[in-house]
């Protein structure tokens, strides 16, 4: 099983949609958890951390559901800006806090 | 300058060639990394600093060779490199080892060995 494991799409969804991607984690051990954005060719930028008790920014929010091993992403109102690849990010523990990357689920918004 | 700073952007090299990679980091991380990303592959993480102290080799292989002098500067010195090596090439750094604020990226170089 692999340690970060995402849908990787791609999500085509017209404009003002709502749109929710799912990341599975394996280690259930893990401490810290991020969801970053990476547009073509550009490096990830952290888009938002992952809090036990869920946060919200503007149209983001996620959420992180420990029993399950997932965090989820929610996109309310979609841009056509917010097309990307939203990447999972999860830090291992246990002596070694090495994130570990999903390969990103792609996101395509259309007029 | 600010954030995280890599050089050069673009990188074309032979085989037998060496060259080396620049990052540096200007928001006073303790913690930097390397990490390397293929088409259709997950980052891959390489090298892990922790205070210039190296933590972690992801089982890299020894053409790739990491240097840290002071915690705000990271190389990567390449040499005699394979076609599959060719890849989008990241430094990123964190406040902490354990990167509970979250990792900061460089724009990466592009490497294409030939």
């Known amino acids: 099983r692999k340690e970060v494991e995402q849908d990787p799409g791609p999500f085509n969804v017209p404009e003002g949609a709502t749109v929710a991607f799912n990341c599975t984690y394996s280690n259930s051990a893990s401490q810290s958890f991020f969801w970053y954005r990476q547009d073509c060719r550009k490096e990830p930028k952290l888009l938002m951390s992952v809090y036990s008790s869920g946060n919200e920014d503007g149209r983001f929010t996620a959420q992180l559901n420990r029993a399950s091993q997932y965090i989820s992403l929610l996109i309310r109102d979609s841009k056509l800006s917010d097309s990307a690849t939203y990447l999972c990010?999860?830090?291992?523990?246990?002596?070694?806090?090495?994130?570990?990357f999903g390969r990103g689920t792609s996101l395509i918004v259309h007029p | 300058e600010t954030g995280v700073t890599q050089t050069p952007r673009h990188l074309v090299m032979g085989m037998t060639n060496k060259k080396s990679l620049k990052c540096e980091q200007h928001?006073?991380?303790?913690?930097m990394y390397w990490y390397k990303q293929s088409a259709k592959k997950p980052l891959e993480l390489m090298f892990v600093y922790n205070f210039k102290e190296q933590t972690e080799n992801n089982s890299v292989p020894s053409r790739f060779s990491p240097e840290c002098p002071n915690s705000s500067h990271l190389f990567l010195h390449l040499h005699t490199l394979q076609p599959e090596d060719s890849a989008l090439y990241l430094c990123?750094?964190?406040?902490?080892?354990?990167?509970?604020?979250?990792?900061?990226f460089g724009s990466g170089t592009r490497l294409t060995v030939v």
């Open positions: 990123a750094s964190s406040q902490e080892f354990n990167g509970n604020y979250g990792y900061t």
């Open positions: 928001l006073g991380h303790n913690a």
């Open positions: 990010v999860v830090s291992q523990s246990g002596g070694s806090y090495i994130p570990t």
